[in-house]
């Protein structure tokens, strides 16, 4: 099939990607229409809940695996859509419609990309294709389920919008729940132990914390104080106060390593990490996949979002159509153009990495 053939068909499914309603969870219906694309192509495949999988036809177990993942999944609409979100529509060349650029148009450009390569013998990796569900939720139904089920990873393409530069990196996430604790009274009375007054020294704590290990692709650890929560009523001073803690990790630290340092350092009663396992990811600047990408122009960077990459123990790569910028935003929407190009840059991608000299 021509890359132009396998463009309009991608676009075909992204259009009934973007008008089935797939929620994180609720992904029923778009996992169906990825299990259509592969009987069309004659593509063995496996379907694991909601996540929809295949490997290269002349698949080698000596071989080194190669992830290709995207997700099917969406977040909910916001109020401020003017359009409706599940009907893609096409205007001016842009494809608008819930998930259109996070992550549909990443998703069909790689699906068309793997069936390219599909039937290709002797390359120099397997390719093994993940359709997934619950990126958007961090649910368990995910790629996190799929790592024991799929052939062994040894190096990622996570599909995510990136206008086809390279995020070499990705910062890790851990949020906090923390609490600063008083004494509980009558307003009335004095009270030297107002825990909303022992706050303001905590948010200032917080505000100052720098941590040393500076990242080139990442920069700085982002900590920040994004909810807090405090009494029931006019007259009664709270036992204590809430507080949500967003912490963006660079590649110098571990997400254990940051919880270990607040749980010491920070001047507060508790500090409690939900999770540790969204660490942060990287490919070293010599990877074939990198070196290949900057050979073809494109550039690299330190990405401050979050995806799927962050399940992953081996390298990764994120790297596909669209804007971040555009991701849950009002009115989503893809250019055209920018999946025909990421499937010419996945393909080109890929034939330098893939095939022997």
């Known amino acids: 099939m021509t890359q132009e053939k396998l463009t309009d068909n991608a676009i075909a499914?992204?259009?009934?990607?973007?008008?089935?309603?797939?929620?994180s969870s609720e992904e029923e219906g778009t996992a169906s229409h990825i299990e259509n694309w592969f009987i069309t192509n004659d593509i063995a495949y496996k379907r694991t809940k909601n996540n929809v999988w295949a490997v290269n036809k002349y698949f080698d177990e000596s071989k080194p695996n190669m992830l290709l993942n995207s997700h099917h999944d969406t977040v909910k609409p916001n109020s401020a859509y003017t359009k409706d979100p599940l009907k893609a529509i096409i205007e001016d060349g842009k494809l608008y419609g819930l998930g259109s650029n996070d992550a549909g148009g990443c998703l069909v450009s790689l699906i068309a990309t793997f069936t390219y390569f599909y039937n290709q013998k002797d390359l120099k990796y397997n390719l093994v294709l993940v359709a997934s569900a619950e990126e958007e939720?961090?649910?368990?139904?995910?790629?996190?389920?799929?790592?024991?089920?799929?052939?062994?990873?040894?190096?990622?393409?996570?599909?995510?919008?990136?206008l086809m530069n390279l995020a070499v990196a990705e910062k890790g996430l851990v949020v906090f729940d923390a609490i600063v604790k008083g004494t509980a009274s009558h307003a009335a009375h004095p009270n030297d132990d107002n825990p909303i007054y022992k706050t303001i020294e905590v948010l200032q704590w917080f505000k100052d914390l720098k941590f040393e290990k500076h990242s080139e692709a990442l920069g700085d650890v982002k900590l920040t104080v994004t909810q807090i929560k405090a009494g029931k009523q006019h007259n009664v001073v709270p036992a204590d106060v809430e507080m949500v803690i967003d912490v963006r990790v660079n590649d110098k630290y571990s997400n254990a390593e940051i919880?270990?340092?607040?749980q010491k350092e920070a001047p507060c009663a508790s500090i409690v990490p939900r999770s540790l396992h969204l660490n942060s990811s990287s490919i070293p600047m010599d990877h074939p996949l990198v070196e290949a990408g900057m050979a073809m122009g494109r550039t690299p960077y330190g990405s401050p979002t979050l995806s799927d990459q962050a399940w992953l123990s081996c390298k990764s790569l994120k790297l596909g159509p669209g804007d971040s910028t555009r991701s849950h935003s009002a009115d989503?929407?893809?250019?055209l153009n920018e999946i025909e190009e990421g499937i010419k840059i996945y393909i080109e991608l890929l034939n330098r990495v893939l095939i022997p000299a």
Do not use: C, R, W
């Open 13 to 23: 499914l992204l259009k009934k990607l973007i008008e089935t309603q797939s929620f």
């Open 137 to 162: 939720s961090s649910g368990p139904n995910g790629l996190n389920s799929m790592l024991k089920i799929i052939p062994k990873i040894d190096v990622a393409i996570v599909g995510e919008p990136t």
């Open 259 to 262: 919880a270990a340092f607040l």
């Open 332 to 335: 989503e929407f893809i250019y």
